[in-house]
């Protein structure tokens, strides 16, 4: 069973940066997707980046495109995502999802860590 454990969230002013990491275990993920999502209050979930885990392709939602990078770290299997130039808007519970490469929708998440951003 994967188990997805998000940390690193926290209270940032505008303009600063965290950096969250996944621990994901339970499963071998060369044939995995990871993904990060956020949700705002009264907000619908949002995709912000995906990488696979075999070849480290990555993609970006367009609302964090040259802000936030996601990558891993094999060794640790850990996901991360640094976020840079934080706005009040991405003020959100941020998530860790997985999924197998070629299945429908994400199939595990993690708890959410929750990042606020002061103006």
């Known amino acids: 069973q994967v188990q997805l454990v998000e940390s690193g969230g926290g209270l940032v002013q505008a303009g600063g940066s965290l950096r969250l990491s996944c621990a994901a275990s339970g499963r071998t993920f060369s044939s995995y997707l990871m993904a990060w999502f956020r949700q705002a209050p009264a907000k619908e979930r949002e995709f912000l980046a995906r990488i696979t885990w075999s070849s480290g392709s990555t993609f970006y939602g367009d609302s964090v495109k040259g802000r936030f990078t996601i990558s891993r770290e094999n060794a640790k299997n850990t996901v991360f995502l640094q976020m840079n130039s934080l706005k009040p808007e991405d003020t959100a519970v941020y998530y860790c999802?997985?999924?197998?490469?070629?299945?429908?929708?994400?199939?595990?998440w993690g708890q959410g860590t929750q990042v606020t951003v002061s103006s």
């Open positions: 999802a997985a999924k197998r490469i070629g299945a429908g929708p994400y199939e595990d």
